[in-house]
């Protein structure tokens, strides 16, 4: 999955949240109050649903892990996806 796939799926996912606002790779999702630790749930979801074979174990669910594009992609890449 590459960054803009990734992008385009957290754009879609969360697309009345951003909807006034310009998705960089590097905003912060959580901290910047655009989605909740509900929504990174269904984030989530999402992911285990675009990649195949990808299972995301809740202890990495997390902003540190999960809370942007970048670190998204940085999240993937050490799974080996």
Do not use: H, W
């Amino acid at each position: 999955m590459t960054r803009d796939d990734i992008a385009t799926l957290v754009a879609k996912t969360f697309a009345s949240q951003l909807a006034d606002i310009t998705l960089t790779d590097d905003l912060e999702l959580l901290t910047s109050g655009i989605i909740d630790s509900l929504a990174l749930n269904a984030l989530v979801a999402r992911l285990e649903e675009a990649v195949p074979g990808l299972r995301i174990p809740d202890s990495d669910v997390t902003p540190e892990a999960l809370g942007s594009v970048d670190r998204i992609c940085t999240y993937l890449s050490k799974r080996g996806f």
